[in-house]
């Protein structure tokens, strides 16, 4: 089993929601079955609600040394191995925020699409965030 990672080094950044983002796309690009990336909350969140969603399969966790790192198996479908992830988009950038109210949420393709939000109650999905009425700021897209 050959697992991707963006780098063979391990570098600190200050966003670590858009290289993971990153890394999910490349490792879709190049038609992967697993991605690598550095395990945080945020990320282990993120992970969580694409394996609710049906994008992933198997995360699961690695450490090698002090670092710990999260593992996500992508999905494709079919002879040609269609990605199941078509677009991962990041919205909320650490230069420019952007806050939703629970009404104005958008709905990605009439709700197939998935909008994961950092609420006061924690990072929920899209669908979670309207039904307990809060809102929150918007850290990506997926569909």
């Given at each position: 089993m050959f697992i991707y990672t963006s780098s063979k080094k391990i570098f600190m950044s ?77 919205i909320s950038k650490p230069g420019s925020r952007l806050y939703y109210n629970h009404q ?34 918007i850290l990506c897209y997926v569909w």
């Amino acid at each position: 089993m050959f697992i991707y990672t963006s780098s063979k080094k391990i570098f600190m950044s200050n966003d670590t929601i858009a290289n993971t983002i990153t890394s999910i796309r490349n490792a879709n690009l190049k038609e992967r079955e697993t991605v690598r990336v550095p395990a945080t909350n945020i990320t282990k969140s993120i992970g969580k609600f694409l394996l609710q969603e049906g994008f992933v399969d198997n995360p699961g966790e690695l450490r090698e040394g002090m670092n710990l790192f999260l593992i996500l198996t992508l999905k494709y479908r079919g002879r040609k191995r269609e990605p199941y992830i078509t677009t991962l988009k990041r919205i909320s950038k650490p230069g420019s925020r952007l806050y939703y109210n629970h009404q104005k949420i958008p709905k990605i393709l009439g709700g197939i699409g998935v909008v994961i939000p950092s609420t006061s109650c924690g990072i929920v999905t899209d669908r979670e965030a309207r039904q307990k009425q809060i809102g929150g700021e918007i850290l990506c897209y997926v569909w």
